[in-house]
């Protein structure tokens, strides 16, 4: 399967910890976004990448979250001190010109 | 502030006949439109795009049609089948290497 690759498909965990999300982007694609989805709600831009380099992040993402894309290839996503707010599906999608290609997800449920 | 906007959350279409999907959107920046289609418990699925020096794009049963000037796009889907029930998000862009911004969605309901 040559599709984008989302690690964990579902993650709980309790509020105040750290939870990490790793995406893994269709091989020629340069450009990765992250992008989060609650109920109801259309995906919510969070930030991007070209190749390495983070060109946007979204005003909506807080202090508490980081991705990187450290040689050009996978992302991570973290977030630390989860609070319950941050339940949500966390998508991850990659593109070469402008059609992104979406993974499955990451469903994260702070309890 | 909402850039990309579906007003209808839910459309109902008889198998067999024409869906139209409507989205809005106010940032005059915006020069490239995508549909995507998702079904529960997967990631959006990318349909059909346009560019705005185009009017209208067409790919088997799904045309998307783009009036700049009204700042409005459509999705048709003709015919409708059972398998085009799911929820469509409009998204769109500021030129090709920019974020694309979505909608909140429709969901399309095709009955028997």
């Known amino acids: 399967d040559t599709g984008v690759s989302q690690d964990p498909r579902h993650k709980i965990t309790k509020r105040g910890q750290n939870v990490t999300f790793r995406c893994d982007p269709i091989s020629e694609h340069n450009r990765l976004y992250w992008y989060r989805q609650t109920l109801g709600q259309g995906p919510e831009f969070l930030t991007y990448f070209q190749n390495e380099a983070q060109l946007e992040k979204s005003r909506l993402l807080s202090d508490r979250f980081s991705a990187e894309r450290p040689k050009g290839s996978f992302s991570t996503l973290e977030i630390q001190r989860t609070e319950q707010g941050d339940s949500a599906m966390y998508l991850c999608?990659?593109?070469?010109?402008?059609?992104?290609?979406f993974g499955q997800g990451t469903r994260l449920t702070v309890v | 502030d909402q850039q990309v906007k579906q007003n209808s959350p839910s459309l109902s279409v008889q198998e067999g006949r024409i869906s139209i999907l409507n989205c809005d959107y106010t940032n005059s920046m915006f020069d490239y439109f995508l549909w995507y289609k998702k079904y529960p418990a997967e990631g959006p699925t990318f349909l059909i795009s346009i560019s705005s020096i185009k009017d209208k794009n067409e790919d088997g049963r799904f045309t998307v049609f783009l009036n700049k000037s009204a700042k409005h796009l459509s999705l048709h889907i003709v015919p409708s089948q059972p398998g085009d029930s799911a929820v469509y998000f409009c998204?769109?862009?500021?030129?090709?290497?920019?974020?694309?911004?979505f909608g909140k969605g429709t969901r399309l309901h095709i009955l028997p």
């Open positions: 999608a990659s593109s070469l010109v402008t059609e992104a290609f």
């Open positions: 998204a769109a862009s500021a030129n090709r290497d920019d974020k694309i911004i």
